[in-house]
């Protein structure tokens, strides 16, 4: 059975970062391309970023670039958004993603709450 568990996230000033981590179990984590998803209050699901297997290839919407970086240690089966530069329209809630189908909610995790805020 797939689990995916977040943390990490929090309350941030505009220009702050925060670290989100993702607890990857149940399935073949280092043979899996992962992803980052976020939803912000009243808003669609929006695919932040997504990285390869073997972290050779990665992904950022263009809202994110220069700002987030994905990475992901196979060993410890865990995925990682390290976020810098925060604005106020990264406030949401951010998924851990199993793929690159983040409409699947089989394939995500419970989320965690990212707040950006004076």
């Known amino acids: 059975q797939v689990q995916l568990v977040e943390s990490g996230g929090g309350l941030a000033q505009p220009g702050g970062s925060l670290r989100l981590s993702c607890a990857a179990s149940?399935?073949?984590?280092?043979?899996?391309?992962m992803s980052w998803a976020r939803q912000a209050p009243g808003k669609g699901l929006e695919l932040v970023s997504f990285i390869g297997a073997a972290s050779s290839i990665t992904h950022y919407a263009d809202s994110v670039k220069g700002r987030f970086t994905i990475s992901r240690d196979n060993y410890r089966n865990s995925l990682y958004l390290q976020m810098n530069g925060l604005k106020p329209e990264d406030t949401g809630l951010y998924y851990c993603?199993?793929?690159?189908?983040?409409?699947?909610?089989?394939?995500r995790g419970q989320g965690t709450q990212v707040t950006v805020s004076p």
């Open positions: 149940g399935f073949e984590f280092g043979d899996t391309y």
């Open positions: 993603v199993k793929g690159v189908r983040i409409s699947d909610r089989t394939s």
